[in-house]
């Protein structure tokens, strides 16, 4: 966290005159509450209590599954889902390099992933977006997508989560960008101060390259390098951004971008392509 | 002498404790909780969370945490990020409580009063709380922590994220309705 200015603005507990005064008792005193221990204890019990709601449905399909090994004597490949569209921070990085604009959404079915992921087990109690979660992970995008709709009602944090769970559901399960575009703008309309605002905008930013709207996308990148999305994802900014200007042809300033992202800590890896573009002319001409 | 300012050493020495706790170390938990409980009961009274509801909203803002950890991005400082959750947490108790006591006011027999529980605040810290309650959500919540928690005015703008243009004028604005209110005598 930065360190504040102590020149400007000055607090008002540094001056001297009532509210200064006031401020400066105020924190002097203890702040009254819970001891830290009896939180504790508090806490726990909840997720002890809220523990059987998630191990039952667990229980129930493993014993499930193991008769099913029984019955049919070899276990019937499981329906998974892309790793990409579950683990966390998968949505943030940078999927593939640029392709040309299509102008439509991809359609193509997602890639059958080897392995599933890994449940969230420090989550002391599930939300109502759980089941959502779990017909993702059997395949039923659509259903889940619908569920993960019904659970984005309201204004708690888990709509928030479930707005943006749909959102990802919609661009990487089922191929509909657009859909998952406009399901982002909602996001930003109904929580502009949510906590996955930072990630909400990203998410944007690469839907929008995928859809080829590279206008949009460099400018939503100029906007967000110059707020706190660039402050916390600056690096995949410029990632994006040296890709976008590598495919309008615009080498100059797309090297420029690769350094910056370079300097932001960016993996190599992922600027490899731009630079490859932009520094060996093409030499397709006999 | 401002709250914050003890508890910055998180960024450096963190980092292994949120890694622990994202791989469900039930001490990494418990050691978070430890050193972040004070500052965000704190933080939750001063936005303006009633006594009555405080520590149901600490807990909630531990389950937020514990639920999205796994998400939290470790380029931003998990202060900052508990702020927000904090901020968020805190609007929706106070409309809670806020319903409450409507409630308990148009029906008083069903018996749904908050529990009361012991609180014994300072007079200085009511009288605090009670002309940051006059000040607009907005306002309070860049008061609070600008002029409580002693965040910069960057900090603040990742918080509410508003750019920093707008921190600074509703920190202008809020100071001009709190020096009003204490000037009327709270």
């Given at each position: ?52 709601r ?40 940078p ?45 039923q ?11 984005a ?9 479930a ?29 502009p ?26 400018s ?35 090297l420029?971008a ?5 300097q ?23 | ?79 900052t ?6 901020l ?21 027999e069903?018996g749904l ?26 306002e ?47």
């Amino acid at each position: 966290m930065a360190t504040s200015n102590p020149e400007f603005p000055q607090r008002l507990g540094d001056g001297t005159d009532q509210a200064a005064v006031l401020i400066a008792r105020a924190l002097a005193e203890p702040m009254p509450g819970p001891s830290e221990q009896q939180s504790w204890r508090k806490l726990r019990s909840r997720s002890v209590r809220a523990a059987p709601r998630w191990v039952m449905p667990a229980v129930a399909c493993a014993l499930a599954s193991i008769a099913a090994l029984f019955w049919f004597g070899h276990p019937a490949p499981a329906p998974t889902l892309s790793p990409d569209v579950w683990a966390p921070g998968a949505a943030m990085a940078p999927q593939a390099p640029l392709t040309e604009p299509s102008g439509q959404a991809k359609t193509e079915p997602p890639p059958v992933a080897s392995e599933r992921p890994k449940p969230l087990t420090s989550a002391p109690h599930e939300s109502d977006a759980a089941p959502c979660g779990r017909q993702a992970k059997a395949g039923q995008y659509e259903a889940a997508a619908a569920c993960y709709a019904r659970a984005a009602r309201g204004n708690s944090m888990d709509a928030e989560l479930a707005l943006y769970e749909k959102a990802r559901l919609e661009a990487k399960a089922l191929g509909k960008s657009s859909l998952a575009l406009s399901t982002l703008d909602e996001h930003a309309r109904r929580f502009p101060g949510g906590v996955l605002t930072t990630e909400v905008e990203l998410t944007r930013i690469e839907l929008l390259s995928q859809l080829g709207r590279r206008a949009e996308a460099l400018s939503a990148i100029e906007r967000g390098l110059r707020g706190a999305l660039g402050r916390e994802r600056g690096g995949d900014l410029q990632v994006l951004r040296a890709e976008l200007l590598g495919a309008q042809g615009d080498c100059a300033a797309a090297l420029d971008a690769v350094r910056l992202a370079r300097q932001a800590g960016a993996h190599p890896a992922r600027l490899e392509a731009t630079e490859q573009r932009c520094q060996l002319p093409a030499t397709d001409t006999p | 002498m401002l709250a914050s300012a003890a508890a910055s050493d998180v960024v450096e020495s963190g980092h292994d404790l949120l890694d622990r706790c994202v791989a469900g170390s039930p001490s990494a938990w418990r050691g978070l909780h430890q050193r972040y409980h004070r500052s965000a009961l704190s933080v939750l009274r001063r936005l303006g969370v009633p006594p009555s509801h405080l520590e149901d909203a600490c807990q909630e803002v531990f389950v937020d945490v514990f639920r999205y950890l796994p998400r939290f991005r470790r380029e931003a400082d998990f202060r900052t990020w508990l702020y927000r959750i904090c901020l968020s947490r805190a609007r929706v108790t106070r409309r809670r409580a806020r319903m409450w006591s409507l409630f308990s006011r148009v029906s008083p027999e069903v018996g749904l009063e908050p529990i009361q529980q012991p609180f014994d605040e300072g007079q200085a810290s009511r009288q605090l709380a009670t002309a940051i309650e006059r000040l607009s959500e907005a306002e309070r919540a860049v008061f609070v922590l600008f002029e409580l928690e002693g965040l910069s005015g960057q900090d603040i703008a990742e918080i509410i994220q508003r750019p920093q243009a707008t921190v600074f004028r509703r920190l202008h604005d809020a100071r001009k309705r709190f020096t009003a209110v204490l000037e009327e005598g709270v």
